[in-house]
């Protein structure tokens, strides 16, 4: 028996010539059809579903013969453990259990299910063994090949983080927060003027004013107390009732009255500063002031808000007639009809319009911004922590940034914070994903789990560690990161769009693309649509994503190859290997390309 299995493997041609009993089924047996339904098996969700199916031919299964077909996976040439289910055909008169095959008409059969998917599945050939057993014989066919490798384009998915103080929809390297508040403190002056003029004349009635003169007064000696001078606010009005054209240019001299003034005023400081403190005046360097100037015209809000707090009685009268007319010229003659009549809109209402208005707005705190940023690098320990983190956030600069964060980490007073070892790892995570170098992994990796160490159960520590493990390839505990930061009691993190890429992992293509929002022009939003074969939708999706990456031009040549456009498919697989030399190896294993891998331009690219 033993001799007659070797007989059987050797070829079809010794089987007829010993005259195996199973007469014609062996040289008949190509005639046989078997295949997948869809030979492009793919990995969905660690699954790979199929559907096998066959034609036996009329007078081919002998009626007491039993035939078993096992698709199979082979690997390198050699068979792994069968994922197939086993398909057993019986012939007409067999009692053993099977699909029944009649003799004389032949029959099909299809058996759809599904295995678990692999590493190396990528490279296997999908063959379909048979044998075939009739009484105490048994033969065993040539294998048919029914396809090759099972395409794992749903592993493709790929985190871009990017660094930033906000969450939002995306992968986002999370700063902590510096809770730094600036804090402000203004004064107030206001110079009143005579009609149609702009010449400052404090011997005006409202100048002269006490709760006027006050408020001069108190400005000064605000001025006086040496704050940080953030801005001064100058602001140039004018009274409604004259022309419009006249009205602007009035305002605007005035705003420039206040300012003089306002310089003559810190002049005047600087010099009295000075005197007490001993310092030559050419010693002394003068802050450079930013101002905010505003020459507002006509101050028609501030007539309204006069009218109707005063006492004139025909005051909503007045409004009526002014505010119902179609034009600020007719309104401004409506005014000057009135002054005539009703004598207090003259005296009372419009004066205190003809005006410029100086707010100084200082900083509370002990230094300004440029200040901060000074001292964080010649003199931290002048800084407290927040203004340390504060100033971090004011450069763009990651080095400096890193700088700062590291002296921080340095100082053994600030240790029991957490964030500056946050924002250092994030960092260095940034510089991994830019630079591919290891060491810098690492040490994000260190720096972030210091931080976790000082502060568990924090959302933004969790969420920057989640984006570490999947960049390390740690995928299991990447979801596990980030599933807890968006359950952390502490600034916990929305990961909606972070964890829809798990379910393209999980075959689950719609959540996907639900959870993620259907992010315009994004990488992992195109991968979703590509694998549920909207391949119009996926290729708007990846043409519009900006300084497209080695994944982006890949995931394109995966498009191109799917929709039958070789020259795409080319040009795209050309880029992605020019950005990223490991995507070579990458490429010649991968199925989505088996039907150009044997052309010429495409053994030119990957050689």
């Known amino acids: 028996m033993k001799n007659f299995k070797l007989l059987c493997l050797l070829s079809l041609t010794a089987l007829v010539l010993f005259g195996c009993g199973f007469g014609k089924m062996v040289p008949r047996y190509p005639e046989i059809s078997v295949s997948l339904e869809n030979p492009d098996l793919e990995n969905k969700g660690g699954k790979v579903e199929y559907t096998v199916k066959g034609t036996i031919p009329p007078k081919y299964l002998k009626k007491k013969a039993t035939m078993t077909v096992e698709p199979t996976v082979k690997i390198g040439g050699e068979n792994v453990m069968p994922p197939f289910a086993t398909i057993k055909l019986v012939g007409e008169k067999s009692k053993e259990a099977g699909i029944k095959i009649p003799y004389k008409t032949g029959g099909n059969f299809t058996k759809s299910g599904s295995f678990d998917f692999k590493d190396g599945y990528e490279e296997a050939q999908i063959v379909a063994l048979a044998n075939a057993s009739l009484k105490k014989e048994i033969c065993i066919f040539p294998e048919k090949i029914l396809g090759e490798g099972i395409s794992n384009t749903s592993s493709l998915i790929g985190m871009s983080p990017v660094l930033s103080d906000n969450s939002g929809s995306g992968t986002i390297l999370l700063y902590a927060p510096h809770n730094y508040k600036p804090e402000f403190v203004t004064d107030t002056a206001i110079i ?48 409604p009732e004259g022309e419009e054209s006249k009205n602007q240019g009035l305002s605007e001299r005035r705003f420039e009255q206040g300012k003089k003034w306002f310089n003559e005023q810190y002049d005047k400081y600087i010099k009295d500063y000075c005197k007490a403190n001993k310092i030559k005046m050419k010693d002394f360097q003068k802050p450079e002031l930013v101002f905010e100037n505003h020459a507002n015209g006509e101050d028609w809000t501030g007539f309204e808000v006069a009218v109707e707090n005063s006492n004139i009685p025909e005051k909503n009268k007045i409004l009526n007639v002014v505010l119902s007319q179609t034009s600020n010229e007719m309104r401004e003659q409506k005014i000057r009809e009135m002054i005539d009549i009703y004598k207090e809109i003259a005296d009372v209402i419009l004066p205190p319009l003809r005006r410029a208005v100086v707010t100084m707005v200082c900083n509370k705190n002990n230094y300004n911004d440029q200040q ?72 994000a990796k260190d720096d972030l789990n210091k931080a976790n160490a000082v502060s568990p159960n924090n959302g933004t520590i969790l969420n920057n560690l989640a984006i570490a493990e999947f960049l390390s390839g740690n995928y299991d505990a990447a979801k596990a990161s980030l599933q807890a930061s968006q359950s952390a009691k502490l600034n916990p993190v929305n990961e909606s769009y972070n964890l829809g890429m798990f379910k393209i992992l999980e075959g689950d293509y719609a959540s996907a693309l639900q959870m993620m929002n259907n992010k315009k022009c994004d990488y992992n939003v195109a991968l979703a649509q590509l694998l549920q074969k909207n391949y119009t939708v996926a290729k708007a999706t990846l043409d519009c994503i900006p300084d497209a990456n080695a994944k982006v031009y890949y995931l394109q040549a995966v498009l191109a190859a799917r929709t039958a ?11 992605a290997i020019s950005k990223d ?15 150009y891998r044997n052309t010429n331009e495409f053994q030119s690219i990957i050689k």
């Open 565 to 575: 456009n070789e020259s795409n498919l080319y040009s795209n697989l050309r880029q």
């Open 192 to 239: 009143y003027f005579e009609v149609n003029s702009s010449v400052l004349n404090w011997n005006l009635k409202l100048n002269k004013d006490a709760k006027a003169k006050e408020e001069i007064k108190k400005f000064v000696e605000f001025l006086g107390q040496g704050r940080k001078i953030d801005k001064v606010i100058v602001v140039g009005w004018a009274s």
């Open 372 to 443: 901060i940023m000074e001292l964080a690098t010649t003199d931290p320990s002048q800084l407290s922590l927040n203004e340390r983190l504060y100033a971090a956030s004011l450069t763009k600069d990651l080095g400096g940034k890193a700088n700062i964060y590291a002296a921080i980490i340095k100082d053994a007073n600030l240790q029991g914070d957490w964030r500056a070892y946050n924002n250092l790892g994030i960092i260095r995570l940034n510089d991994y994903y830019t630079t591919n170098n290891n060491a810098y992994l690492k040490e």
């Open 581 to 595: 030399a490991k995507l070579k190896a990458k490429a010649k294993r991968d199925p989505e390309f088996k039907k």
